[in-house]
């Protein structure tokens, strides 16, 4: 293992109960309610680590941190860590001392929540484990995985539906507005164009001429117009008798002698 490894730690829970259990004689898996329950033969807080691809559970004293047991787990599940089998709360674990000597003894839970999260912690490191293990043979042999062929076989074809966009037989472009109006729509088809009204108290030409009295033909006009025409001669020579005789029938002047 490398020096420059680091230390990280996982899960760590404040109270675990610490039991010494028989040992098994057949295949069978652990059973929790062979031990003494409600006598543990220590008790105080599990801390679990990692270190490379190794996992460590470690009982500790609660005040202290003193160490009291270690497992180290290269494998999970595996021989290091096994669940009973009547109880979601107790498991047995393998722990070893710096001088190669084994024992398996049997740690419980009082919350199911702890026993949870104890589980999670260690799924959880050799699930990256094996994650990195992939990669790195990835790595080495990057032509080993499987490659994808998206070429085509022989005698092979595709067909592709593309919709066609259909154009409405109908549709008319809408006309635009003449610039500077008052933007009216254009009247629907078969109605009438609406007509502008004047302002009020204004007379339209059309009005004033329809409303314009007509006078009745009377002889006198009448007359003017049938009328014999006059030669310019003599309509001279009457108007110069007509502009004289004013003077000539006006009264003389009578002058008496001094």
């Keep these: 293992m490398a020096?420059?490894?680091?230390?990280?730690?996982?899960?760590?829970?404040?109270?675990?109960?610490?039991y010494r259990i028989p040992p098994r004689a057949t295949n069978r898996r652990y059973r929790a309610a062979d031990w003494k329950l409600d006598q543990p033969d220590w008790t105080g807080r599990l801390r679990i680590?990692?270190?490379?691809n190794m996992a460590y559970i470690k009982l500790?004293?609660?005040?202290?941190?003193?160490?009291f047991a270690q497992s180290p787990v290269d494998q999970f599940p595996g021989i290091a860590v096994e669940s009973v089998v009547d109880s979601s709360r107790y498991f047995v674990i393998r722990i070893e001392d710096g001088n190669g000597r084994r024992a398996f003894i049997g740690i419980g839970f009082v919350d199911r929540g702890d026993a949870f999260d104890f589980n999670v912690g260690l799924q959880d490191h050799f699930k990256w484990v094996k994650q990195q293990t992939e990669l790195a043979k990835q790595a080495e042999n990057p032509d080993s995985g499987p490659k994808l062929d998206l070429g085509f076989k022989d005698g092979q074809t595709i067909k592709l539906n593309i919709g066609?966009?259909?154009?409405?037989e109908n549709s008319s472009a809408k006309p635009r507005p003449?610039?500077?109006g008052m933007g009216l729509l254009p009247p629907p088809p078969g109605a009438k164009a609406p007509t502008l009204l004047p302002p009020p108290g204004s007379i339209s030409v059309q009005d004033s001429v329809m409303?314009?009295?007509?006078?009745?033909?009377?002889?006198?006009?009448?007359?003017?117009l049938f009328a014999p025409d006059?030669?310019?001669a003599q309509a001279s020579h009457a108007a110069a008798a007509d502009l004289w005789g004013d003077f000539a029938t006006a009264p003389r002047l009578v002058t008496h002698p001094l």
């Excluded at 680590?49 to 490379?52: I, L």
């Excluded at 500790?60 to 160490?67: A, F, K, T, V």
């Excluded at 066609?164 to 409405?168: A, D, I, Q």
């Design 211 to 224: 409303h314009q009295p007509v006078k009745p033909a009377t002889p006198e006009i009448l007359g003017d």
């Design 60 to 67: 500790e004293d609660r005040n202290s941190g003193e160490l």
């Design 178 to 180: 003449p610039a500077g």
């Design 3 to 18: 020096e420059s490894e680091y230390e990280s730690v996982l899960c760590v829970k404040p109270e675990v109960h610490v």
């Design 49 to 52: 680590t990692a270190k490379g």
């Design 164 to 168: 066609h966009v259909r154009k409405k």
């Design 230 to 232: 006059v030669p310019p």
